[in-house]
């Protein structure tokens, strides 16, 4: 049984090195070199350079903002869905399009918010012009939220559900109104899952790459797209990795941010 376990854990620990610590060491290695591949560390200087500071605060706001979005709708749908008979279902039902891959769900927002898709034609019915709602930060924003909504749900879910319903009760019972309840019992209880899923929305929305192209028509311009630019057209990947190297310290940063934190052994 002892060998069995080691052995589980030589195969847990050969995975972490070959496919998260050796990719990540690569990823600093090319960071360090120049189009000449020598040794440099100018990646680095050009990095704080105002552009791509002004790049990095445009990620972290569209990344605030869709996540913000995101949770808006995440949270009362996670709550409704634990008041519904066939909970499980309709929670499936939210799943399921995760399942669709993400090129041909953003090509078909392309054809709905398409100047001839079926927003337009809705719109022209009563009288108004059809209007160009893609390559807009709406589309962009909208989409983005779209994608990530089943990811936000799904553990929010799971600790509403979990939710230990006599102390909602007993919040009624002293006279809390349902807005206290609410924000007195209920959200402090479910914050965990709210916090793992900002984590897995706010995350991935700074890297975004596809929908900035695709949806955004490059009016929006990420970290995640500075770095497919960089490896693809400009064939630097040098400052290509720089930029992954900051966009992976910013999502650790982020990790233990939203975190939960320990106090005495008791999870806070």
Do not use: C
Request: charged share 10%; proline share 3%; aromatic share 16%.
């Amino acid at each position: 049984m002892q060998i069995r376990a080691k052995s589980s854990l030589f195969l847990y620990v050969l995975w972490i090195v070959v496919f998260v610590v050796a990719p990540i060491l690569l990823v600093l290695y090319y960071s360090m070199l120049d189009l000449n591949g020598e040794f440099t560390l100018s990646n680095y200087v050009n990095f704080f350079s105002a552009s791509y500071m002004k790049m990095t605060l445009t990620s972290f706001w569209y990344a605030i903002l869709i996540t913000f979005f995101t949770l808006l709708f995440a949270y009362p749908t996670a709550y409704l869905l634990t008041k519904t008979k066939h909970k499980q279902l309709w929670l499936m039902l939210i799943i399921v399009p995760s399942w669709i891959n993400l090129l041909l769900k953003t090509y078909a927002f392309i054809g709905i918010f398409g100047l001839y898709g079926p927003i337009n034609a809705f719109l022209q019915v009563f009288g108004f012009e059809p209007k160009q709602i893609l390559f807009t930060d709406f589309s962009f924003i909208f989409v983005a939220v779209y994608i990530f909504i089943p990811f936000m749900v799904l553990p929010i879910f799971n600790s509403l559900d979990k939710l230990d319903k006599t102390l909602i009760y007993a919040a009624r019972d002293l006279g809390a109104s349902g807005w206290t309840t609410f924000r007195r019992v209920i959200l402090p209880l479910t914050m965990d899952g709210v916090k793992s899923g900002i984590q897995v929305t706010f995350i991935p929305a700074l890297s975004l790459f596809m929908i900035t192209r695709l949806i955004a028509g490059n009016k929006v311009i990420t970290l995640g797209t500075a770095i497919e630019q960089q490896f693809l057209v400009a064939q630097n990947w040098g400052m290509g990795s720089t930029i992954a190297v900051f966009l992976i310290v910013i999502m650790v940063a982020s990790m233990l941010f939203t975190g939960n934190r320990t106090r005495g052994g008791r999870v806070r």
